[in-house]
């Protein structure tokens, strides 16, 4: 593992967002869900493309807060153009589970 400095993690701007709209994605390569993310008045709502299927399913993600890096130059994934990146951890099967505060914040909040 490398070492980074504090102002390299500073760099990575992470931020608490609430999911307002998700759709299945089938057009996704691998089985991957469409998430729109209110990040609050400052950066306002972004789009995504989550593979988060194994434990989460459309219906069930509206209201959920989510971390994610708002700082990555956006990507184009078939159809969609993803404009953060949200972020997870594997479980032990290899699914990913999403990463969120355990209290509601205020949406736009950066890690620290």
């Excluded at 980074?4 to 759709?23: H, K, L, P």
């Amino acid at each position: 593992m490398s070492e980074i400095s504090y102002d390299q993690f500073q760099a990575v701007d992470i931020r608490v967002g609430t999911v307002i709209r998700a759709e299945p994605f089938p057009e996704a390569r691998k089985p991957a869900i469409k998430l729109w993310v209110d990040f609050g008045p400052e950066i306002g709502e972004k789009k995504s493309s989550a593979q988060i299927t194994g434990h989460y399913d459309p219906d069930t993600l509206p209201g959920r807060q989510v971390m994610a890096v708002v700082n990555f130059p956006p990507r184009q994934i078939g159809p969609m153009r993803s404009e953060v990146l949200v972020l997870g951890l594997f479980d032990a099967d290899g699914e990913i589970v999403l990463i969120g505060p355990d209290t509601k914040v205020p949406n736009g909040q950066r890690m620290c």
